[in-house]
């Protein structure tokens, strides 16, 4: 369905009403026309709804006509970006009736400005503390984002280490992260957390309370024994803003309601000013329908106008390349992707025909356990609505590392930034563990062997250790998409090390009752190979790879 204009379009109808009305009368100046009633008048009109789904069979129906899903939905019910009245009328068409929750949603977001001022304001008198561990009043834009990265890599240079994702987006724009952890120059075999923001472009608080995060680690490393113990003992990867060019433009006010990245044709880089135009508002690649595992399938749309286009291919945007190769490089035992809204803990399998994970009992149970912290509903990714394609459809399956997705947020996709604070330190029966309570178990988790597994043994002091496994990840369709996890660390002084790894068998091949083996190599630096192992080890074990022949010639 293509939607081509939406907002931008009652700029240029509340402009030439009010010139109508100046050749009316020049000479007795008139107010400006009220926008929503412009809007109201040419259908215009972008509203929340709540649309009824009484059965799963109308959920799925429903995500089949290509309109813009909130994320958010429960018994009887899914909400819906409703574009104006040609969204209506073919809900209506469709059979489907709703409530409206919010009857324009430009005028909400100008008034969660002004909350947002009111806030700033409150702060600056002191009669609000800015209670974030940033100590941040509004919103971020990006320039914020790559500031305060590197800012904290300055501030603490043996806890943070900046990098930069391996490609540009779309619009040539650099995507950066933070690395933390005790000594994070130093490879050293531990478990790592990775979390996620802004996959979703308007979704504005997932970068905010990945990036605070980071913040509460370094500020409170030392202060909350919590802490300190997991950056002993783990690494904590950030990726704020994994949707660059989308966010900039939704944060800007260009178009608010940006979803997706900036693909405006398949195969080719958008020209300078194209993604803005209005007339590609619609368009883009939704980077959360993008990944390989299972790409193609249910709640993923084959229109590139829709908001969830799942792309011309699997992994065929830079930005989902990204996060692929971040994790592939990394062994990310737990993985939080944060979205809004719906307060959810989802986890795996996304799609409702799918088996249980092999790992449903440990995999529930943290995803349980984080729940009773933020408050949120802790459950399946498919009982919101299926997809395919997203994050942990490929992190989970290709790793065996635990992966979720945080939906926060009752009603909306960036409310007023007082809520940012509510979110991560909890409100109501949540206050004083919210969010922050709920990823520092998550970081916990990463550091339990129990739920992920560890090669121990000998080596040469300074002998590059590799592990890897190519493999190939399956789509919807069948098509086969090559892969490869490569990891390394470096045997420490004294000769002893400790690998701290995801399981060697991948859980889709545990479903089909196989096992897979991880080949580690011993090397010089230079990359010379001297000995290589073949690991099989599970999820919860331990096994020991003394690399004797590698330290007779290294």
């Given at each position: 369905?293509?939607?081509?204009?939406?907002?931008?379009?009652?700029?240029?109808?509340?402009?030439?009403?009010?010139?109508?009305?100046?050749?009316?009368?020049?000479?007795?100046?008139?107010?400006?026309?009220?926008?929503?009633?412009?809007?109201?008048?040419?259908?215009?009109?972008?509203?929340?709804?709540?649309?009824?789904?009484?059965?799963?069979?109308?959920?799925?129906?429903?995500?089949?006509?290509?309109?813009?899903?909130?994320?958010?939905?429960?018994?009887?019910?899914?909400?819906?970006?409703?574009?104006?009245?040609?969204?209506?009328?073919?809900?209506?068409?469709?059979?489907?009736?709703?409530?409206?929750?919010?009857?324009?949603?430009?005028?909400?977001?100008?008034?969660?400005?002004?909350?947002?001022?009111?806030?700033?304001?409150?702060?600056?008198?002191?009669?609000?503390?800015?209670?974030?561990?940033?100590?941040?009043?509004?919103?971020?834009?990006?320039?914020?984002?790559?500031?305060?990265?590197?800012?904290?890599?300055?501030?603490?240079?043996?806890?943070?280490?900046?990098?930069?994702?391996?490609?540009?987006?779309?619009?040539?724009?650099?995507?950066?992260?933070?690395?933390?952890?005790?000594?994070?120059?130093?490879?050293?075999?531990?478990?790592?957390?990775?979390?996620?923001?802004?996959?979703?472009?308007?979704?504005?608080?997932?970068?905010?309370?990945?990036?605070?995060?980071?913040?509460?680690?370094?500020?409170?490393?030392?202060?909350?024994?919590?802490?300190?113990?997991?950056?002993?003992?783990?690494?904590?990867?950030?990726?704020?803003?994994?949707?660059?060019?989308?966010?900039?433009?939704?944060?800007?006010?260009?178009?608010?309601?940006?979803?997706?990245?900036?693909?405006?044709?398949?195969?080719?880089?958008?020209?300078?000013?194209?993604?803005?135009?209005?007339?590609?508002?619609?368009?883009?690649?939704?980077?959360?329908?993008?990944?390989?595992?299972?790409?193609?399938?249910?709640?993923?749309?084959?229109?590139?106008?829709?908001?969830?286009?799942?792309?011309?291919?699997?992994?065929?945007?830079?930005?989902?390349?990204?996060?692929?190769?971040?994790?592939?490089?990394?062994?990310?035992?737990?993985?939080?992707?944060?979205?809004?809204?719906?307060?959810?803990?989802?986890?795996?399998?996304?799609?409702?025909?799918?088996p249980q994970t092999p790992d449903e009992s440990i995999y529930k149970a943290l995803g349980d356990q984080m729940a009773a912290q933020n408050g949120y509903r802790s459950q399946y990714s498919y009982q919101l609505y299926d997809t395919t394609g997203v994050t942990e459809d490929w992190s989970y399956y290709a790793t065996g590392g635990l992966g979720f997705t945080f939906e926060h947020g009752a009603n909306s996709f960036h409310p007023?930034?007082?809520?940012?604070?509510?979110?991560?330190?909890?409100?109501?029966?949540?206050?004083?563990?919210?969010?922050?309570?709920?990823?520092?178990?998550?970081?916990?988790?990463?550091?339990?062997?129990?739920?992920?597994?560890?090669?121990?043994?000998?080596?040469?002091?300074?002998?590059?250790?590799?592990?890897?496994?190519?493999?190939?990840?399956?789509?919807?369709?069948?098509?086969?998409?090559?892969?490869?996890?490569?990891?390394?660390?470096?045997?420490?002084?004294?000769?002893?090390?400790?690998?701290?790894?995801?399981?060697?068998?991948?859980?889709?091949?545990?479903?089909?009752?196989?096992?897979?083996?991880?080949?580690?190599?011993?090397?010089?630096?230079?990359?010379?190979?001297?000995?290589?192992?073949?690991?099989?080890?599970?999820?919860?074990?331990?096994?020991?790879?003394?690399?004797?022949?590698?330290?007779?010639?290294?």
């Amino acid at each position: 369905m293509f939607r081509p204009n939406r907002w931008t379009r009652i700029i240029p109808l509340a402009l030439a009403a009010v010139l109508a009305v100046g050749a009316v009368n020049q000479v007795q100046a008139s107010a400006p026309p009220d926008r929503k009633a412009v809007a109201a008048e040419a259908g215009e009109l972008v509203q929340l709804i709540r649309v009824g789904t009484a059965t799963d069979a109308d959920r799925k129906r429903l995500t089949t006509l290509d309109l813009d899903l909130a994320e958010s939905s429960g018994p009887g019910y899914t909400d819906v970006v409703a574009y104006g009245n040609g969204d209506l009328r073919f809900l209506k068409v469709a059979g489907f009736r709703w409530s409206v929750l919010e009857d324009d949603l430009a005028g909400a977001d100008r008034e969660r400005e002004k909350a947002d001022a009111a806030y700033a304001r409150a702060v600056a008198a002191k009669k609000v503390a800015a209670t974030l561990p940033s100590g941040r009043t509004s919103y971020r834009q990006l320039a914020d984002y790559n500031n305060d990265l590197s800012s904290l890599a300055q501030q603490y240079p043996t806890k943070a280490k900046l990098f930069t994702l391996k490609e540009s987006s779309l619009e040539n724009r650099t995507i950066r992260g933070l690395e933390i952890s005790r000594n994070v120059n130093v490879s050293d075999g531990k478990p790592v957390f990775l979390m996620l923001g802004l996959h979703h472009a308007r979704e504005w608080p997932s970068g905010e309370l990945t990036i605070e995060f980071a913040y509460d680690l370094l500020k409170n490393d030392g202060v909350d024994s919590r802490i300190t113990n997991i950056l002993d003992k783990a690494r904590v990867v950030v990726v704020p803003v994994v949707n660059p060019d989308g966010f900039n433009l939704s944060r800007t006010l260009g178009y608010e309601m940006k979803r997706k990245n900036c693909r405006i044709v398949n195969g080719q880089l958008p020209t300078s000013g194209q993604c803005a135009q209005s007339s590609n508002q619609s368009r883009g690649v939704d980077l959360n329908r993008n990944y390989s595992g299972f790409w193609g399938g249910p709640g993923a749309s084959t229109s590139l106008t829709s908001e969830t286009y799942r792309g011309a291919s699997a992994f065929s945007e830079p930005e989902s390349r990204n996060i692929q190769a971040l994790v592939s490089k990394h062994q990310v035992t737990t993985l939080i992707t944060n979205h809004t809204y719906s307060n959810l803990v989802l986890r795996e399998p996304g799609y409702a025909g799918a088996p249980q994970t092999p790992d449903e009992s440990i995999y529930k149970a943290l995803g349980d356990q984080m729940a009773a912290q933020n408050g949120y509903r802790s459950q399946y990714s498919y009982q919101l609505y299926d997809t395919t394609g997203v994050t942990e459809d490929w992190s989970y399956y290709a790793t065996g590392g635990l992966g979720f997705t945080f939906e926060h947020g009752a009603n909306s996709f960036h409310p007023a930034f007082s809520n940012v604070v509510n979110y991560y330190f909890g409100s109501g029966s949540t206050a004083g563990k919210g969010n922050r309570a709920a990823f520092l178990l998550a970081a916990e988790s990463t550091i339990d062997p129990a739920r992920h597994s560890v090669i121990t043994g000998t080596g040469p002091a300074g002998a590059v250790l590799r592990l890897k496994k190519p493999f190939t990840t399956k789509t919807w369709n069948g098509t086969q998409v090559p892969d490869v996890l490569e990891t390394t660390m470096v045997v420490p002084t004294g000769g002893t090390y400790t690998w701290h790894t995801n399981p060697s068998s991948r859980p889709i091949v545990v479903q089909e009752g196989g096992t897979e083996n991880w080949m580690l190599t011993c090397e010089r630096p230079d990359g010379q190979v001297l000995e290589s192992r073949s690991i099989t080890v599970a999820r919860g074990a331990s096994v020991t790879a003394n690399l004797v022949a590698c330290a007779a010639v290294f």
